[in-house]
């Protein structure tokens, strides 16, 4: 009844619900309009179901979304995308996070980032992602810059790709580890500071570095060489 509404909320006026104090409901299905609470909160123990959500402020800092979990346990809260498709398929996305911005311009605001996440194998039994990250270059296109894609054929093997085009510049102000078994290493040219190189590092006797050097390959012949031979305790080259 309209007393029963009166209850819970200020005013019902041009299709708009305005409430300052609790707007309690087992559930909202008619077609109104904005549900304006002020500065109150809504509060449930349900879900909030719809085509879509927005929040504005033209305040510094705001919008803040917040997902707060106080249980004592290890688990939290989680921002969830759900792909419910009724026939997964490879390169479906599942979800999206963007961001947009306005130029210095003043024009239509324009994506100017966004990562995403794909289905590289939709084969049951065989599924396998791949986490994209774009931002945007030169004249605002969006270009794929890292690429984090786990392997459909290979069990426990992620790979990585950081970069766009041949002038990126990738840099670590730290230390790097590769631990893996080879190291291909596609430019044209390599510039080292170090003034020494440590080959067969890890050696625990001299005769362990038998065969330890340098090699240039050259197609079609004998590649050349600058190697340790310990059976005559000398450097060898070709």
């Not at 077609?31 to 719809?50: K, M």
């Not at 130029?103 to 966004?114: E, I, P, R, S």
């Not at 791949?130 to 030169?138: D, G």
């Not at 038998?210 to 060898?236: C, F, P, R």
Request: charged share 15%.
């Amino acid at each position: 009844s309209q007393q029963s509404i009166k209850a819970y909320v200020d005013s019902v006026t041009g299709g708009n619900i305005v409430a300052t104090g609790a707007l309690d409901s087992g559930s909202i299905t008619s077609g109104f309009g904005a549900i304006d609470v002020g500065s109150s909160t809504i509060t449930t123990t349900g879900a909030i179901l719809g085509g879509g959500a927005r929040f504005s402020s033209s305040s510094s800092g705001e919008p803040l979304i917040q997902i707060t979990n106080t249980h004592a346990d290890a688990n939290a809260g989680e921002l969830r995308f759900n792909k419910d498709s009724a026939s997964g398929a490879d390169s479906d996305v599942m979800g999206t996070i963007s961001w947009y911005g306005t130029d210095a311009g003043n024009n239509t605001h324009q994506k100017l980032a966004y990562m995403d996440a794909i289905i590289t194998d939709s084969a049951h039994g065989s599924e396998a992602a791949s986490m994209r990250f774009y931002v945007a270059e030169n004249d605002g296109t969006n270009t794929l810059g890292l690429t984090i894609a786990g392997q459909a054929d290979n069990d426990g093997e992620v790979d990585v790709t950081i970069g766009a085009g041949v002038g990126s510049t990738t840099t670590i102000t730290g230390d790097l580890t590769v631990s893996g078994t080879t190291t291909t290493v596609s430019s044209t040219t390599l510039s080292v500071t170090d003034d020494l190189i440590t080959c067969s590092k890890g050696n625990d006797t001299i005769a362990n570095a038998n065969g330890s050097g340098l090699e240039i390959d050259a197609t079609g012949a004998t590649n050349i060489y600058w190697k340790y031979v310990h059976a005559n305790t000398a450097w060898q080259s070709n």
